[in-house]
């Protein structure tokens, strides 16, 4: 199910989903290529991320974008194309650098539209015709690309650290603030502890790990808390960890 909540961005209801429906013009089910959400008519309609203006007109018949009225697209920097479509007038150019948030337009009801809306869509390819036919839920792409730059994001915040285990290279961890984090079951296992997941937090040797991080689908935990559950030294010299046992 699609839980990406547009209302963060102005947008106070979604009047058409992802997916098949009745066209509203011939009454045939057809496939919905993007989602249709509302403000008030004319009112900005700004970039959900950062690209580079590939379309910015009328969508013309072969075009890729025949019926979808005043049409910007955007390349974002996976190379998908975000479109944004039926637009009462156009603010951006093509060769255009855009920031996300940056205003491209106003909501309209050009070309083949029922009302005044914006016809979202996303599309994995960019070309050929502006990658007409390669749409995926727009939704569900808006809500794992930002949760994908967030991480990343975290992810250049944070220092990332050579770990030892017995003077021997093992893996990295990142030190975050003062507190050096490194992965909870590699090394636990390696050292020949025994991990375990009630649901809710882990343990190893039956002592509860706290302060710990999930990044990217590996549980991350301060280092120092190796010394009590499994009994080992620590030694930290400025630059990389040691785990001495």
């Known amino acids: 199910m699609n839980t990406f909540d547009w209302s963060k961005y102005g947008f106070v209801r979604v009047t058409s989903p992802y997916g098949w429906r009745n066209d509203p013009f011939n009454g045939k089910k057809v496939c919905h290529t993007g989602v249709d959400v509302v403000k008030l008519h004319q009112a900005p309609i700004h970039a959900f991320a950062a690209g580079e203006v590939v379309h910015a007109s ?7 974008f025949g019926g979808f009225g005043n049409v ?15 637009l009462d007038s156009i603010g951006v150019t093509v060769g255009q650098i855009v920031k996300e948030g940056q205003e491209l337009g106003k909501q309209g009801t050009t070309g083949r539209s029922t009302g005044s809306h914006l016809h979202f869509e996303v599309r994995s390819k960019a070309s050929p015709s502006l990658g007409f036919g390669h749409h995926i839920d727009p939704g569900h792409y808006l809500s794992n690309f930002f949760s994908a730059h967030t991480q990343s994001k975290n992810k250049k915040e944070c220092k990332t650290v050579p770990i030892r285990l017995n003077n021997q ?3 990295e961890g990142f030190l975050e603030g003062s507190i050096t984090y ?7 296992e390696q050292l020949g502890a025994r991990v375990t997941w009630n649901g809710k937090e882990a343990a190893v040797n039956g002592t509860r790990i706290l302060g710990g991080k999930l990044i990217n689908g590996r549980t991350y935990i301060p280092v120092r808390a190796f010394e009590e559950a499994i009994q080992v030294k620590v030694v930290w010299n400025g630059q990389e960890v040691n785990i001495m046992q």
């Open 58 to 64: 009328m969508g013309a018949a072969g075009s890729g």
């Open 169 to 171: 290279a093992f893996c």
């Open 182 to 188: 490194a992965p909870l079951r590699a090394i636990s």
């Open 72 to 86: 910007v697209a955007i390349k974002d920097s996976n190379g998908h194309l975000q479109c944004y479509a039926h």
